[in-house]
């Protein structure tokens, strides 16, 4: 075995285990048997110039854009899952086709570059100021999952945010910024609220956050970004499933679960009041510097609010707000989705909801006279 072998098989290694990708990522990316990738990673083989600079170049980039929409490099798919665009197609590429979705992928490493080259000394520093998140734990990401989620969130609330329930900071997005000590904001895509991933060439954590976006927005984007790098393993769930389990995690850092038994358990007790409801939405969101839809999310995993409660309320909910008319029994699903749009839409503006109410109405969708 010679030492060209030997460093390949070292550097496949760390490739993979640094960028979440499993054996068969890397075989499909390269087009190769999985067999293979394990006989290279162990030293028994050695593969091609072609798939040797092919290994070097994606090591160079930051594993974040592994995952780019190489249609249109302002298109980023930036989820927390490292895989190269399609990795199936890729064993039925060309060289020729595989190099160029690389320089596709080179020009979104470069746009990247672009956008925080102003602030990479100040990310550096920053990033060593991280005070104990428990980056990449194996333990955590192991039990990945809708039961866990809850008291995960609560250990981190208590041990790195010292509370474990109630408002964390009057300025929430600045306090959990200073303690990360590795976020900043960035001049993403208006498609593009956050970016998180780890640097190969210096061994650190980022996290941008669109400098455009509302601060609500910001600090849920925040939470989530961070659950990504907390849970994400190679033994992760598939994108869909991962993109809701950090979203959950997300809205349990931002609302308690006992909080929100707390404000919303007694509204549910006594009789139902739809004004009370919604003034407490208002109350909790401005307290919490959480968004209306976070808020009816939380409600919905507490189950303080699902379809049956909902079918209880909806006809008060359509008198008081959609001009009276009565509501149809037959709609099924499409119940829970309006009702949980309109929700949303009399807590911001009245007006908003009654002309989707009379829209649908027109077009025969869910409502009858």
Not at 172 to 180: N, T, Y
Not at 285 to 299: E, P
Request: proline residues 2%.
């Amino acid at each position: 075995m010679n030492t060209e072998q030997a460093s390949l098989g070292l550097f496949l290694t760390k490739f993979r285990k640094q960028c979440f990708l499993s054996t068969t990522d890397v075989a499909n990316i390269l087009g190769v048997n999985e067999k293979l990738i394990r006989q290279w990673e162990h030293n028994k083989s050695k593969p091609s110039e072609y798939q040797k600079d092919f290994l070097s170049y994606l090591y160079k980039m930051p594993t974040e854009f592994f995952t780019c929409d190489y249609s249109d490099v302002t298109k980023f798919n930036v989820s927390a899952r490292m895989a190269v665009a399609d990795t199936e197609c890729f064993s039925n590429l060309s060289d020729v086709d595989k190099f160029y979705y690389m320089n596709k992928a080179l020009s979104c490493y470069s746009l990247l570059q672009e956008v925080s080259s102003n602030q990479s000394e100040k990310k550096i520093e920053n990033a060593e100021n991280n005070q104990g998140i428990p980056i990449f734990n194996q333990e955590y990401a192991d039990m990945l999952n809708h039961e866990f989620l809850p008291t995960m969130a609560s250990h981190i609330r208590e041990t790195f945010f010292g509370k474990k329930t109630g408002v964390l900071s009057d300025d929430l997005l600045e306090f959990i910024m200073d303690k990360l000590g590795f976020v900043s904001f960035a001049d993403l895509p208006e498609n593009v609220n956050g970016l998180a991933f780890y640097s190969i060439n210096d061994e650190k954590i980022f996290i941008y956050i669109n400098q455009k976006d509302s601060y609500i927005k910001q600090t849920f984007t925040l939470l989530h970004e961070l659950g990504h790098i907390i849970f994400h393993s190679n033994k992760s769930a598939t994108l869909p499933e991962e993109e809701d389990l950090v979203n959950y995690f997300a809205n349990l850092i931002l609302l308690p679960q006992d909080d929100m038994r707390e404000y919303f358990g007694k509204i549910e007790k006594n009789n139902f009041c739809v004004e009370d409801w919604i003034e407490t939405i208002k109350q909790v969101s401005q307290k919490y510097n959480a968004s209306y839809k976070t808020i009816l999310y939380s409600l919905n995993h507490l189950g303080l609010i699902n379809g049956n409660k909902i079918n209880d309320y909806a006809n008060d909910i359509i008198n008081k707000l959609f001009l009276g008319h009565a509501f149809s029994t037959k709609a099924g699903l499409e119940v829970n989705q309006l009702l949980n749009s309109a929700i949303v839409d009399m807590i911001n503006d009245g007006d908003i909801a009654k002309d989707k109410a009379l829209m649908l109405m027109n077009n025969n969708i869910i409502f009858e006279q």
